[in-house]
């Protein structure tokens, strides 16, 4: 049975991923590395402090449940723990040959190298659309970092989403606009389907148009420039430009810049407060 394949991994059989921390983001991590090929279940292996746990997870996602040592003896080791957790988590990684891979926010690459004695530390910020795999990833990594890591991490994050190279200045930003725009652009999805209430639809018809506009518009902008598209519906004397007079009034657009530079700050705030900017 597969939640039997507990874990005496030594360096003879080592898998070539362990997922430290498989909950959210890094089960659809695994979830992409497997539905995508990257990696087979064999070379997939999932670590929690908790034996059961542990068992209950390789069980659920069909990979191998791997103890203290099986980690030790990875490839490459992802960290997907909370960011607080990392403290706890780090005298389990340290010290190995494999090289990291981590997802937590706020944590840079410098800090986990400094934890965990190795400069073979790629940093990504994926997003929620890791879900659905499409995912607006954004990875960095340190000068250290060899050519099959960085390509083993464009693989890897490339099979839940889009993969953004970027510097590692630009992550709270990135984090800003791709991390929490998701939130925004459900915000103007539920206001939508409000106003569809507004001039007559039932809950549901509403919902489901707004979910289209906002699906179609996703599709048209990977054709034409957003000002492009307005102004093709946007015909003269009709209907869009009345409504965009209106969203002018009410100042949309200062609003959703707003909104992404105080995300932004406030990803910078936390960054600080996990320990990465003393
Ligand atoms: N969710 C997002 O949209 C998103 C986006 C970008 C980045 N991230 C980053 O991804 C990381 C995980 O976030 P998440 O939303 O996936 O959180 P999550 O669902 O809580 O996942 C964290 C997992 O880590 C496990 N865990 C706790 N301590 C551990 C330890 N010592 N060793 C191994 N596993 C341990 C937890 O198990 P228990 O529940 O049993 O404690 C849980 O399954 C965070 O650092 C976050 O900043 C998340």
Redesign the pocket.
């Known amino acids: 049975m597969v939640g039997q394949r507990e874990a005496r991994r030594g360096p003879g059989d080592a898998v070539k991923l362990a997922i430290?921390?498989?909950?959210?983001?890094?089960?659809a991590v695994l979830d992409g590395a497997l539905r995508s090929g990257v990696l087979s279940v064999a070379e997939l292996g999932v670590?929690?402090?908790?034996a059961v746990?542990r068992l209950e997870l390789a069980e659920h996602y069909g990979v191998t449940a791997l103890d203290d040592e099986a980690v030790h003896h990875a490839e490459r080791v992802l960290l997907?723990?909370?960011?607080q957790?990392f403290e706890?988590?780090a005298p389990?990684v340290a010290q190995r040959r494999g090289s990291y891979l981590s997802?937590?926010?706020?944590v840079t690459a410098a800090t986990i190298a400094a934890r965990v004695g190795s400069g073979r530390v790629v940093r990504a910020?994926?997003?929620?659309g890791?879900r659905v795999g499409a995912s607006a990833t954004a990875i960095t990594w340190g000068p250290e970092t060899p050519d099959d890591d960085r390509a083993f991490a464009r693989s890897l994050f490339g099979a839940i989403g889009t993969v953004y190279e970027l510097p590692e200045h630009l992550f709270d930003a990135f984090t800003g606009l791709s991390?929490s725009g998701p939130a925004f652009a459900a915000v103007v999805a539920e206001s939508l389907a409000d106003g569809g209430v507004r001039v007559g639809f039932s809950r549901d018809v509403a919902r489901d148009l707004a979910r289209q506009v906002l699906l179609a518009t996703a599709r048209l902008l990977e054709e034409q420039s957003p000002a492009e598209l307005k102004d093709e519906v946007a015909s003269a004397g009709g209907t869009a430009i009345a409504g965009l007079r209106a969203l002018e009034r009410h100042r949309l657009r200062y609003a959703l810049i707003d909104a992404i530079e105080a995300a932004s700050a406030r990803a910078s705030e936390l960054a600080t407060i996990n320990g990465s900017r003393r």
């Open positions: 430290v921390g498989a909950g959210r983001m890094g089960g670590y929690h402090p908790d746990r997907a723990v909370k960011p957790s706890a988590v389990l997802i937590m926010a706020g910020m994926p997003n929620l890791a991390g």
